[in-house]
């Protein structure tokens, strides 16, 4: 399992960087599961920021937006007791899931992917 915190301009100038901080944190005393904790840059969505994306190793991909550093207990709990529903409030929604969904990105297409 992956988690992928956004770190983009804009997702650091909401916070970003104290929610990575927490998790680290968090993942640093306990990681039996062995979850890798990594960087994105700019996601497209600056409304939405901060941004974790939480990917299984079958590459489901859970996207949790407007994270604070107040959640990373939520996300790390979810995420070690394999209980995901626990996110359902931070999700994003299918409203806003549409907005991306709806772009071909070329030039872009490795945004999301790439650790910057
Ligand atoms: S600068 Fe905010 S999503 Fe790209």
Redesign the pocket.
């Known amino acids: 399992m992956r988690i992928i915190v956004g770190e ?3 997702g650091l100038a909401a916070g970003a960087g104290s929610v990575h901080t927490k998790l680290d944190e968090l993942f640093a005393q306990d990681n039996p599961r062995g979850v890798e904790l990594g960087i994105t840059g ?5 409304f939405l ?1 901060p941004i974790v994306d939480i990917y299984e190793d079958d590459g489901t991909l859970h996207r949790m937006v407007k994270v604070q550093a107040k959640d990373a207990q939520t996300i790390y709990d979810a995420v070690m007791g394999g209980d995901l529903s626990l996110l359902d409030k931070l999700r994003i929604s299918a409203e806003d899931e549409l907005f991306l969904s709806k772009q071909t990105r070329v030039a872009l297409r490795a945004c999301v992917v790439l650790d910057p």
Not at 42 to 46: D, K, L, N, V, Y
């Open positions: 983009g301009s804009c700019c996601i497209g969505m600056c920021e």
